[in-house]
C-alpha cells in the first residue's frame, strides 16, 4: 500500500526512510520547496540518515519526495509528521498541523488510514483532526489512529524499530490497521484503549523529564547559595539503589519534546477545567533559568559582564547532533548579551548560516563556557591557556573544570 508521510523533520524522515527500507512505497510531502529539493539531492542535517541511504531509495523508487500532492484514486497510509511549536504566549500552535489535515483531507480516498505521529493536545486527533478532514474529504470511510512519535535525534541505541510504539484508533479497525503498517518495522506495539490515552501518554513522558529537570535546576539555585555541589549530591543520592532517579541541572531545556509538551498537557487540562500548577512551576522555572544563570555568571565576573569576553563551547540543545531548535543556549547568548557582554561560541556542528557569531574555540577571553560538549570538540586549548571556564553542561564526564552548577 502507498504511504503519504506528511512533514520532512527529525520525525518524518526517519519514518519514511524505515518504511521503505520495509518495502513500502513512500512518499513525502512537504511544503518547503528547498527542503525537498535538497533531499532529492540526498542532503539531510537529520541524524540517522545518510546521503547514500537516500539517493538509493529513490533510484530504486521506493521513496520520491513532493511540494505538492495529488488527488488519490486508492486507499493509502498517511502519516502527520509536523512540528506543533507553541504560539509567542506559550499556547499550542496548530497552524502546520491544520495544513497537514486540510492537504491530506484534499487527496485522501474511500478506506484510508490517517495516523497522527505529531504531539498535540489530548483529544487533538478525535477533536481536531478528524472533523477537518471528514468535512472537507466528505467521504464514507477514513480510518483515524494515532501513534506518537518517540525519536531521539542522535540516539545510537533507541531506533524506530527498538523503541516500543503506542498506539490507539477512534475505531478498533483503525487500531488493526495501524498496528499491521507498524508491525513490518517496529518490535514492541503497545495498545491502549483510545486516542486520548495514547496522546496523554506522550506528554507524560517529556512532563516527568520538564519537572524533574526543574527541580534539580532549583537545586542548583539552593546549592550555589548555600556553597556545596549540587553534581556530588545527586551523585551522592543516586548511591540509594530504590526510589531515586538521578537528574543533573543544566542551563534549561531545549528541543521539541521537553519545553513543549508539558505546555499542550497543561492546555488539555485547562480545556477539562482542571489545574496544572506543578506543571506551570516547572515550565516557568526552566524557561527562567538561562536569565538566572547569566546573574551567576555576573558574580564570577566581578559583578561587570559589559565588554567581557565571553565564548559559548556547543550551542546545540544536545550533544552530538546539529540541532538547535529551542536550545537554551541561545537564550543564554541573548541574556549575556544584554548585560554588555562580547559574545561568541563554538559549534562543529553547526554552520554559520544557522546562528552569526560562530568561531573557532579561543583563547583570549575573559570567561569559558562548557554548554553543549560534542565529542568533536576538544578542550585542550583551553585546559593549556588557563582561562577562566566553567563547565556548564549537564553531563557527568569531567572535561578538566569542577561543576558549575
Not at 512540528?83 to 487527496?107: F, G, N, Q, Y
Not at 477545567?273 to 512551576?281: R, T, V
Not at 516557568?284 to 566581578?302: C, F, H, M
Not at 548585560?339 to 548560516?353: T, V
Request: hydrophobic fraction near 40%.
Amino acid at each position: 500500500m502507498q504511504l503519504f508521510v506528511v512533514g520532512a523533520g527529525y520525525v518524518g524522515l526517519p519514518l519514511a526512510v524505515t518504511a521503505a527500507m520495509t518495502g513500502f512505497k513512500v512518499t513525502v510531502f512537504d511544503i518547503d520547496k528547498g527542503k525537498v529539493l535538497k533531499l532529492r539531492q540526498g542532503f539531510t542535517q537529520v541524524p540517522g540518515i545518510s546521503t547514500s541511504q537516500l539517493l538509493q531509495l529513490q533510484s530504486s523508487g521506493q521513496l520520491s519526495f513532493t511540494p505538492e500532492l495529488v488527488k488519490q484514486k486508492e486507499k493509502a497510509i498517511y502519516v502527520i509528521a509536523v512540528p506543533t511549536p507553541l504560539t509567542p504566549e506559550k499556547l499550542p500552535d496548530l497552524k502546520m498541523l491544520r495544513a497537514a489535515s486540510e492537504s491530506i483531507a484534499h487527496i485522501v480516498s474511500e478506506g484510508s488510514l490517517i495516523i497522527n505521529e505529531s504531539t498535540s493536545y489530548v483529544g487533538s486527533l478525535r477533536g481536531f483532526i478528524k472533523p477537518i478532514i471528514d468535512d472537507i474529504a466528505n467521504l464514507n470511510e477514513i480510518n483515524y489512529a494515532v501513534a506518537p512519535e518517540r525519536i531521539d535525534p542522535g540516539n545510537t541505541k533507541w531506533s524506530i524499530r527498538n523503541t516500543p510504539r503506542i498506539i490507539s484508533g477512534i475505531t478498533k479497525k483503525a487500531i488493526e490497521e495501524a498496528e499491521l503498517f507498524y508491525r513490518n518495522f517496529c518490535d514492541d506495539i503497545h495498545i491502549v484503549s483510545t486516542p486520548e490515552v495514547a496522546e496523554a501518554a506522550k506528554l507524560v513522558e517529556n512532563t516527568f523529564r520538564q519537572v524533574n529537570i526543574a527541580l534539580v535546576n532549583e537545586l542548583s539555585e539552593i546549592a550555589y547559595s548555600l556553597k556545596f555541589s549540587i553534581h556530588e549530591a545527586i551523585t551522592a543520592a543516586a548511591t540509594k539503589p530504590y526510589g531515586f532517579m538521578p537528574f543533573y541541572p543544566s542551563i534549561g531545556v531545549g528541543g521539541h519534546c521537553i519545553p513543549i509538551d508539558p505546555s499542550y498537557l497543561k492546555y488539555s487540562a485547562e480545556l477539562a477545567g482542571a489545574s496544572a500548577n506543578i506543571i506551570e512551576l516547572a515550565n516557568q522555572v526552566n524557561w527562567s533559568t538561562p536569565k538566572n544563570l547569566a546573574n551567576r555568571i555576573k558574580e564570577v565576573l566581578g559583578g561587570q559582564v559589559t565588554g567581557k569576553k565571553i565564548q559559548l563551547a556547543g550551542i546545540a540543545y544536545k550533544p552530538n547532533i546539529a540541532d538547535t531548535r529551542e536550545s537554551p543556549a541561545l537564550e543564554l547568548i541573548r541574556e549575556l548579551q544584554e548585560l554588555g557582554g562580547i559574545i561568541s561560541w563554538h559549534d562543529p556542528l553547526i554552520g554559520e548560516s544557522d546562528m552569526p557569531g560562530g568561531d573557532d574555540l579561543q583563547i583570549n577571553l575573559d570567561l569559558g563556557l562548557i554548554v553543549t560538549p560534542h565529542d568533536q570538540i576538544d578542550f585542550t586549548k583551553w585546559r593549556t591557556s588557563n582561562i577562566r571556564v566553567l563547565d556548564l553542561s549537564a553531563s557527568p564526564k569531567n572535561f578538566g573544570w569542577p561543576k558549575f552548577l
